[in-house]
């Protein structure tokens, strides 16, 4: 890197310049989350209309195989009724048996799908429960994307103002940079972003845990412009050094 060894930036612009990196960063984040949790609220309240849709459409097929059993039954007890009357009126004793053997049929296979029938009945009692609690989980979702779409209308404005603020900070202190060391910083800003500086905790890069040597430590002191060898981040000494 083509820098002076007279270069010198203080700890203090480097921690500033971290500082509004960082918040800038977490800013952009807030930002593009808005879109991102309008989606994912879209795509919840879809998938609890698609539920209530099917538990609706459970019911009601339910309901149609109700009355389609009741209409057999209905037209099987009837047929049921006609037979015991020809019982009545048989004229032989094989006619006689023939229809009391055939009602008896009839009778047990009317009592099967009047068993059904209530089966499906309990059956259609928990879809319309179902339907229900979809209904309801809808409406609450709904209320909830909503209420979240309204949160980030009102927040968006905000994180905008912070962010320009916040931008016009950052210019102002990069002022603050020696004119040979810019070119520098600016290319590292690009490619690491907020990660491009980092302060060190006792003799190692708190972004990348690798030791720094005495000798750069020392030239922080001084002052000077030091990058990570492992990581190449810009390196700063905290407040508390």
Do not use: W
């Not at 339910?62 to 057999?72: A, G, N, S």
């Not at 047929?79 to 047990?108: G, H, P, T, W, Y």
């Not at 179902?130 to 980030?152: S, Y």
Request: net charge neutral; glycine share 2%.
């Amino acid at each position: 890197m083509s820098i002076s060894s007279q270069t010198t930036v203080t700890a203090e612009t480097l921690r500033t310049l971290h500082r509004i990196h960082q918040q800038l960063r977490d800013l952009r984040d807030r930002l593009q989350r808005g879109p991102c949790l309008a989606e994912a609220y879209a795509a919840r309240v879809a998938k609890l209309r698609q539920d209530l849709e099917q538990a609706k459409a459970k019911a009601r097929s339910l309901r149609m195989t109700i009355d389609e059993k009741q209409l057999q039954l209905k037209s099987r007890e009837e047929a049921v009724n006609r037979r015991k009357q020809q019982l009545r009126e048989a004229k032989s004793n094989k006619e006689f048996q023939a229809l009391k053997e055939q009602i008896a049929a009839d009778e047990m296979t009317n009592s099967v799908l009047t068993d059904e029938i209530l089966e499906a009945m309990e059956r259609l009692d928990q879809a319309n429960l179902e339907v229900k609690a979809a209904e309801e989980a809808l409406a609450k979702g709904t209320q909830e994307a909503e209420k979240a779409r309204q949160e980030v209308e009102q927040q968006n404005p905000l994180i905008e103002a912070d962010l320009a603020r916040l931008s016009a900070e950052l210019r102002q202190a990069e002022q603050d940079l020696p004119a040979d060391f810019r070119e520098v910083y600016d290319r590292l800003i690009r490619s690491k972003g907020s990660d491009g500086l980092a302060p060190v905790r006792g003799e190692f890069c708190t972004g990348c845990n690798q030791h720094v040597p005495l000798n750069m430590v020392n030239a922080l002191r001084l002052s000077r412009p030091v990058f990570c060898r492992a990581c190449g981040r810009l390196l700063y000494l905290p407040e508390d050094a």
